[in-house]
Structures are given as structure tokens and as C-alpha cells.
């Protein structure tokens, strides 16, 4: 698994409790969530290196 990097991010509140809600409802940390979206929009953007995207991302 590669390393991760601590990056620290402020939100304001209404931003905090919508990925908050979001993420319970898929049953993941906040954390894991906000990387989920992130990984998802640079993967549609076209900007995810290949070996950063996930197995099966390329077909979708």
C-alpha cells in the first residue's frame, strides 16, 4: 500500500456535516470519503495517473 500524506483541510460547516452525512450513508470515515470524491473527480477530469486509478476504472 502506498504511503499516505497528512494534508490538513479546513471546511466550513454546512461542507462538513454534507460529507459527514454522505459518508455514513456509504458507511465510510470522513477521511475515506473525502478521498473517494476526490479520486472520483480527477478520475473524470482525466487526471488520475493510470496507476493510481482502480481496477476497472478504464472501462467505465
Not at 462538513?16 to 450513508?25: G, I, S
Request: glycine share 4%; proline share 8%.
Amino acid at each position: 500500500m502506498a504511503a499516505r500524506k497528512p494534508f490538513l483541510l479546513r471546511l466550513d460547516p454546512a461542507t462538513h456535516q454534507a460529507l459527514q452525512r454522505w459518508a455514513d450513508a456509504e458507511l465510510r470515515s470522513l477521511n475515506a470519503q473525502i478521498e473517494f470524491v476526490l479520486r472520483d473527480a480527477l478520475r473524470r477530469a482525466g487526471r488520475l495517473p493510470k496507476q493510481d486509478s482502480p481496477p476497472g476504472a478504464e472501462s467505465q
